[in-house]
């Protein structure tokens, strides 16, 4: 069963902290959860955030988070899947959100990052800066559960709706220019043996 | 038994090799493999809006288990350096393309014929490997060999229908 979740939409939406609400999502992971952090900042904090073995980070590949999140959901459709990604990288890749409701994959999530700029380029603002709303685009790709966090405790709700009930789901946050905290440690080949193994496909 | 078309084949190589998920941005000429996968129940299959993003999702589906190929024009190719450059060559993650060679052999289209030259040496760019497969005796064996050698050796590779197994597609008068 999908239904539309409530918010109060961008224009009243708290602005938050990347690393600050990462790591609450980080906090509510008890069972192998995987995540897939996004080009730059968004992989930057969930590796901040703590390491686990069940998140990848993608190191290069601008708008790739989703897609790569969602073969994950596919392979594996017990596990919990969380895409975590900057306004910029999902609107290089809109269409990736119709594809997912079209499948729609009961075991994933997509956090949007929003702070209305490519931050790691030097924040240029981009079209979100404009008024374009990442969760009114996804309504209209055919993910209904996609909402605004409207401030922290919002934000922690519908991680827990996510984590609890049947996806596919979306939820955006406004975020503040707070640069990351930490780089990742950028070996492709570590990250992505580590990762299998922490998805159980090695041993 | 009746002779098997390429596509028929090729379904039943991605069988004996486990492949379970086909994405694709979809080809005139890949038509019938198309069908064929999505007729299977063995598969899952379905169309993405960009090929980045096919490749995107059979590198996430192999790190978590299941073996996917995708299937493009040399267009679709075209667009894709970066996540080749970028996501499977540098984390050694097996993503299988089968490519339908438009832009030669009596190309139409001029575009379509500039793209194709691209494909090469952007595959050889990247130390891909990558086969032609030009007749229907070539085909299982450069396929299943193909597959099997990226799994093995953890590298993506590049498998071009040639016009010359498929016919192509031509200007119809
Ligand atoms: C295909 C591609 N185009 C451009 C870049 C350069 N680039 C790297 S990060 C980035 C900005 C990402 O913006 P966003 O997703 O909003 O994240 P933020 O930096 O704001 O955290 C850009 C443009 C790239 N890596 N790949």
Redesign the interface.
Same mark, same amino acid.
């Given at each position: 069963m999908s239904q539309e979740l409530e918010s109060r939409g961008r224009g009243n939406a708290k602005v938050l902290n990347r690393f600050d609400i990462t790591k609450r999502l980080v906090a509510k992971l008890k069972h192998e959860e $995987?995540v897939?952090g996004g080009i730059g900042n968004t992989n930057f904090d969930l590796w901040a955030a703590g390491r686990r073995p069940q998140n &990848?980070y !993608? @190191?290069?590949? !601008?708008? %790739?988070a =989703?897609?790569? *999140? @969602?073969? =994950? $959901? %596919? $392979?594996?459709p017990k596990?919990r899947v969380f895409a975590l990604e900057g306004d910029g990288s999902i609107l290089m890749? %809109?269409? *990736?959100l +119709? +594809?997912i409701a !079209? @499948?729609r994959p009961r075991n994933l999530a997509i956090v949007v990052m929003d702070n209305g700029s490519y931050q790691i380029t030097g924040s240029q603002p981009t079209s979100t800066a404009a008024g374009a709303d990442i969760v009114a685009m996804a309504r209209g790709a055919g993910i209904d559960q996609s909402a605004w966090a409207d401030d922290e405790a919002a934000f922690e709700k519908l991680m827990d709706r996510a984590l609890a009930g049947e996806g596919p789901w979306l939820v955006a946050a406004r975020i503040d220019g707070e640069p990351a905290v930490e780089q990742t440690e950028r070996d492709? *080949?570590q990250?992505?043996d580590r &990762?299998?193994r922490g @998805?159980? =496909?090695k041993k | 038994m009746a002779e098997r078309a390429w596509h028929e084949i090729v379904r039943d190589v991605f069988k004996a090799n486990q492949v379970k998920l086909v994405t694709y941005v979809p080809d005139n000429v890949l038509r019938p493999l198309i069908d064929a996968v999505r007729a299977d129940k063995d598969f899952t299959s379905f169309a993405c809006a960009r090929e980045e993003e096919a490749v995107g999702v059979v590198s996430g589906a192999w790190m978590a288990g299941m073996r996917g190929v995708v299937l493009m024009q040399t267009s679709g190719f075209a667009t894709l350096a970066n996540a080749l450059a970028s996501l499977a060559v540098p984390f050694q993650i097996p993503v299988v393309m089968m490519i339908s060679e438009r832009g030669t052999l009596g190309e139409f289209n001029l575009g379509q014929a500039m793209t194709c030259r691209t494909m090469r040496p952007v595959l050889d760019a990247l130390a891909m490997e990558h086969h032609t497969i030009e007749r229907l005796d070539q085909v299982e064996f450069i396929a299943d060999r193909t597959i099997k050698q990226a799994v093995q050796t953890q590298a993506p590779a590049a498998l071009i229908l040639s016009p010359l197994l498929t016919g192509g597609k031509v200007l119809k008068k």
């Open positions: $995987a897939v &990848f !993608m @190191l290069g590949s !601008m708008g %790739l =989703v897609p790569i *999140a @969602l073969g =994950v $959901a %596919l $392979a594996q596990r890749q %809109l269409g *990736a +119709t +594809t !079209m @499948l492709p *080949a990250i992505r &990762f299998m @998805l159980g =496909v | -």
